[in-house]
């Protein structure tokens, strides 16, 4: 196979933060059963906390050679995990409720080392992984046989970051609870000479990590959302806002460095060939309407079933989502304008704004609607790979036009239902 029609390398990163890390399920699972996937090679998967657990089952299912399950084993946990009898509800509801007092603070935290050990919940947790992860099979793959997994921790008395390395590192229950180990739930996770918190703290997910199997592309699953419409106000509003910042922080550092490189290698400021390679990023991401906004981040400790169900059900949508984006890439790219106009839904809109010519919205008017797509692919302009692409409700992708030697980047926003687009726009980027 040459090179041009080798599968992509990609790794995918998983974002955790509790029971929103369904979502991520979701995605991941779906992904991971689709046909899409034919056209790629997955070498690698990183996750913090939630995201490490969902990364985990992906790795295993993909070692397994067992892809197509990779959904349902997803879904076997977070239900397992969910809060199913009485006594479980009851206690969700009063933790929800705490958290939500907490963040209003009107109720103090209590220390999980006031908590007797044997009621502290991490034996119930390795418990519920085992019954998941046959963790006696998994040894060091020195020899990297296997995709890439690795899990993101922080040594709570050294400050370092520190990777589980399937490469290098044994995967055992501990390294997946050192990655989950949140300070006010669980006490720090003594393990591999460390004591480890939560990689919320860290690197949420690992990204850079993922650099060392050559991905062609890193996709990202997103959980903490990245825009809001309107300034927060209320407490829990404030709460819940430093929380997404907080948990984004580190990712869009380390997607800031990757896109950096991108621009160089783009510019010719950087050669290719040495140590740096292009990468393709693409961000799958949580939309806000799914999440509950009187809860504020409380909601990430809520395992009600209809709520776990509610985000997996997104994550599969979002995929959907994904994969209609993808196909629309490749069109675009070919100059494919019959491949185009067959991923348009039934009275898809169209609107173009400057400097892309102008379109009468005659979209109904198939032989107008095949020009105006003809003229526009003739014209000098491509999708910028090397800045983040968004799948939210809305996919986004940065692109450039050039014009009379000038370049001008603008954006294309595609509104989906399933794989076919609604709406697309074509305008000038805002700064």
């Not at 006490?187 to 062609?216: C, H, I, K, M």
């Not at 999708?383 to 009379?404: C, E, F, H, N, Y």
């Amino acid at each position: 196979m040459t090179e041009s029609r080798r599968p992509r390398r990609v790794a995918i990163a998983c974002q955790g933060g509790g029971s929103h890390t369904a979502f991520t399920a979701g995605v991941l699972g779906g992904l991971l059963e689709s046909e899409e996937l034919s056209r790629y090679e997955i070498v690698g998967l990183s996750g913090t906390s939630g995201g490490a657990i969902c990364a985990l089952l992906g790795w295993q299912a993909l070692r397994a050679g067992e892809r197509a399950r990779a959904g349902a084993a997803l879904e076997r946990f977070w239900m397992d995990n969910a809060a199913s009898g009485p006594l479980d509800k009851l206690a969700n509801a009063w933790l929800v409720s705490a958290g939500v007092l907490q963040n209003l603070d009107v109720l103090p935290g209590v220390s999980p080392y006031a908590i007797p050990a044997a009621f502290g919940g991490a034996d119930a947790f390795r418990a519920l992984l085992s019954r998941h992860v046959d963790f006696d099979s998994i040894t060091a793959d020195l020899d990297r046989e296997h995709p890439l997994l690795v899990l993101g921790a922080v040594d709570v008395l050294s400050g370092r970051f520190r990777a589980f390395d399937s490469h290098r590192d044994r995967i055992t229950p501990d390294s997946v609870l050192a990655s989950a180990a949140i300070p006010n739930l669980f006490r720090a996770v003594r393990t591999d000479g460390g004591t480890y918190w939560d990689g919320l703290f860290s690197q949420n997910p690992p990204v850079r990590d993922l650099l060392d199997v050559e991905p062609d592309e890193i996709w990202v699953i997103q959980i903490n959302p990245t825009a809001m419409d309107r300034e927060p106000r209320s407490l829990v509003q404030i709460a819940d806002r430093r929380n997404e910042l907080a948990g984004n922080l580190s990712l869009y550092q380390e997607l800031g460095f990757i896109e950096e490189v991108d621009r160089l290698l783009d510019e010719g400021r950087l050669q290719p060939g040495g140590p740096f390679r292009h990468v393709v990023v693409r961000v799958l991401e949580l939309p806000r309407r799914v999440l509950p906004r009187r809860l504020g981040p409380a909601s990430k400790l809520n395992r009600d079933p209809r709520f776990l169900r509610r985000l997996i059900k997104e994550g599969r949508a979002q995929v959907d989502r994904f994969v209609g984006a993808l196909a629309f890439e490749r069109a675009f790219a070919a100059r494919d304008a019959e491949g185009l106009l067959a991923l348009a839904a039934p009275g898809a809109a169209l609107i173009s704004e400057p400097p892309f010519p102008p379109f009468d919205g005659g979209e109904r008017d198939p032989e107008k609607l095949h020009g105006f797509v003809t003229e526009l692919l003739g014209r000098d302009i491509r999708i910028d790979s090397s800045r983040k692409q968004i799948a939210q409700d809305r996919v986004t992708w940065t692109m450039r036009l050039t014009s009379g030697g000038r370049a001008e980047e603008c954006v294309a926003e595609a509104d989906f239902q399933g794989r076919r687009i609604t709406r697309i726009r074509l305008a000038r980027r805002r700064s």
